[in-house]
T-cell receptor, first 113, second 113 residues
Framework: KAGVTQTPRYLIKTRGQQVTLSCSPI?????VSWYQQTPGQGLQFLFE???????NKGNFPGRFSGRQFSNSRSEMNVSTLELGDSALYLC????????????FGPGTRLTVT | GENVEQHPSTLSVQEGDSAVIKCTYS??????FPWYKQELGKRPQLIID?????GEKKDQRIAVTLNKTAKHFSLHITETQPEDSAVYFC????????????FGKGTMLLVSP
């Protein structure tokens, strides 16, 4: 079974721009969660999607948004980028809405200059 | 919301020694506790998990214990090897039916030959 994939793997953007990141879950997994990883804050939960619905959201500003498609693929968008948005963005998929094992993708390294 | 504290932040051991990493959580409703290993430049990998109806779980050289009363859980690695060197994260998921992980800050384990 193929693992979780994320595209692009690396991205360099300028302050004020927007960015869209993509995540394809493991086949059969319907839940996709997004996390931001930084050296200072560690791994922080952004949001979770299940069956195209956002079910939970972390403590991030409204500039961070996401969506999920009918094939369970998910995208997250960050508008009006700030320097502090530089981070590794990880998505994780799991089978269903219950606390099942979550498997992470390789991440997208976003650098904002 | 849930808060997870993890100690120590760094741990150095000699090859063959045991390593113990401890975490505490705040939300008594949390019922799923995974541990992830992240090597440099790689994605977090699930290495073991435990649910609240179990007190201990073992998988070869790795074991996890859970004390629900005290709200703490620990990772035990025996007969450590240099390839065990990585950052280890504990996490907790509340009993909300959502796939949301609250992570500890991580422990950098260094195993010296």
């Amino acid at each position: 079974k193929a693992g979780v994939t994320q595209t692009p793997r690396y991205l360099i953007k300028t302050r004020g721009q927007q960015v869209t990141l993509s995540c394809s879950p493991i086949s059969g997994h319907r839940s996709v969660s997004w996390y931001q990883q930084t050296p200072g804050q560690g791994l922080q939960f952004l949001f979770e999607y299940f069956s195209e619905t956002q079910r939970n959201k972390g403590n991030f500003p409204g500039r961070f948004s996401g969506r999920q498609f009918s094939n369970s693929r998910s995208e997250m968008n960050v508008s009006t980028l700030e320097l502090g948005d530089s981070a590794l963005y990880l998505c994780a998929s799991s089978r269903s809405g219950e606390p099942y094992e979550q498997y992470f993708g390789p991440g997208t390294r976003l650098t904002v200059t | 919301g849930e808060n997870v504290e993890q100690h120590p932040s760094t741990l150095s051991v000699q090859e063959g020694d045991s390593a113990v990493i401890k975490c505490t959580y705040s939300d008594s409703a949390s019922n799923y506790f995974p541990w992830y290993k992240q090597e440099l430049g790689k994605r977090p990998q699930l290495i073991i998990d435990i649910r609240s109806n179990v007190g201990e779980k073992k998988d070869q050289r790795i074991a996890v214990t859970l004390n629900k009363t005290a709200k703490h859980f620990s990772l035990h690695i025996t007969e450590t090897q240099p390839e065990d060197s990585a950052v280890y994260f504990c996490a907790a998921t509340p009993n909300s039916g959502y796939s949301t992980l609250t992570f500890g800050k991580g422990t950098m384990l260094l195993v010296s030959p």
